[in-house]
């Protein structure tokens, strides 16, 4: 039987698609997003889909969801993202992203402890650990702004797992990317965005960084996956899972890819090195979700750069100016 679902941050480049999926297995979808962004919302096909434009942060508002709707899953995929904006208003983003992710735990609390909830936690929530890559069993330690936001809010749903014995998922994604993201900071779009204008890129890091990179249609279904595997197994309180990518490399190396994939390796890029509060290195080992639930990644750099290009290519129009 389908299952009725709340979706925080539905507008986004993970949320829309997976939004379009679970909708797609008959289920019935509520959306919780703020963004009023009248390009974001034209993307999205609303049969079947509920809207609600609202903040996460309001309790009263999320109550009244829970309640009315009454949901049986929440995926919590809401949040300030942009590392630069977490840098300039780190205030602003612990209050959205650790208390709104409070706020809907003590909802479930309150309403429901059965309620499944999935929260997108992030390869970030590790911090810089010094090894060849990155164990769900390894220490969170974050330093910088959103990183911390989502070390904090990652321990804090583990906590309610295990005092308050919600069923909680904490999903660690790379690095994602794919069509429709809206966010013209990220590397993918600000290159494929500036070489459609035919302007050098400049990228504010030293293009040293290195990162895993993750097709949001792979992220999408192990997210699926990850519910499946909480509805089939009600025994468990906590699931974690790492989603990696074969694909980690230098930002240097994937601007080069995706010049030479646009046809657009005279646009040289220029390197400010001005960046210097990141991570360097960053490598989920995804053993784990490959084992127990048969994850794999299907989309390979090349392919899913080039949908995401031709995506771009189609609506440059949105990004004008
Ligand atoms: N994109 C990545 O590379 C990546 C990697 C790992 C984890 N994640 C995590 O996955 C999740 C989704 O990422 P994304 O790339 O789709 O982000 P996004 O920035 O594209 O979308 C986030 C959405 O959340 C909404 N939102 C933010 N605060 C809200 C609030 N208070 N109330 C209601 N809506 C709110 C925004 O309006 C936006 O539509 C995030 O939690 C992010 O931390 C992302």
């Not at 936690?121 to 330093?143: C, F």
């Not at 890819?257 to 991570?279: A, Y």
Request: proline share 2%; hydrophobic share 35%.
């Amino acid at each position: 039987m389908g299952k009725k679902i709340l979706i925080t941050g539905g507008l986004g480049l993970l949320g829309k698609p997976l939004v379009s999926f679970l909708r797609k297995k008959k289920n019935s979808i509520y959306v919780l997003d703020k963004s009023k962004n009248k390009k974001k919302n034209k993307l999205i096909n609303k049969n079947g889909i509920s809207f609600v434009y609202g903040n996460f942060q309001n309790k009263k508002l999320l109550k009244k969801i829970i309640k009315k709707k009454r949901i049986n899953i929440i995926f919590h995929t809401g949040a300030i993202t942009q590392v630069l904006e977490s840098l300039k208003n780190p205030y602003v983003t612990y209050k959205n992203n650790i208390m709104g992710t409070i706020n809907i735990l003590e909802c479930i609390r309150e309403i429901d402890p059965s309620i499944l909830f999935i929260y997108s936690s992030s390869d970030k929530a590790y911090g810089e650990i010094k090894k060849k890559n990155y164990l769900e069993g390894d220490n969170l330690n974050s330093v910088y702004p959103y990183d911390l936001s989502k070390t904090c809010s990652d321990l804090i749903c583990q906590s309610y797992g295990k005092v308050y014995n919600l069923r909680v998922a904490i999903v660690r994604c790379g690095n994602l990317y794919g069509p429709g993201d809206f966010n013209k900071n990220r590397i993918i779009p600000e290159t494929i965005i500036s070489a459609i204008k035919n302007k050098r890129l400049q990228i504010r890091s030293s293009g040293k960084l290195v990162r895993d990179y993750l097709y949001v249609d792979d992220a999408v279904r192990a997210y699926y996956m990850i519910m499946d595997k909480m509805i089939h197994n009600n025994k468990k309180k906590i699931f974690i899972y790492n989603v990696g990518s074969k694909d980690n490399l230098s930002v240097i190396k994937l601007v080069r890819l995706i010049l030479s994939l646009m046809k657009k390796n005279n646009l040289k890029p220029n390197i400010l090195n001005k960046s210097k509060q990141e991570l360097k290195f960053q490598k989920l080992n995804d053993n784990k979700i490959r084992r127990e639930l048969g994850w794999r990644q299907k989309f390979s750099l090349t392919t899913g750069l080039r949908k995401t290009i031709d995506w771009y290519k189609k609506n440059h129009s949105f990004f004008k100016g």
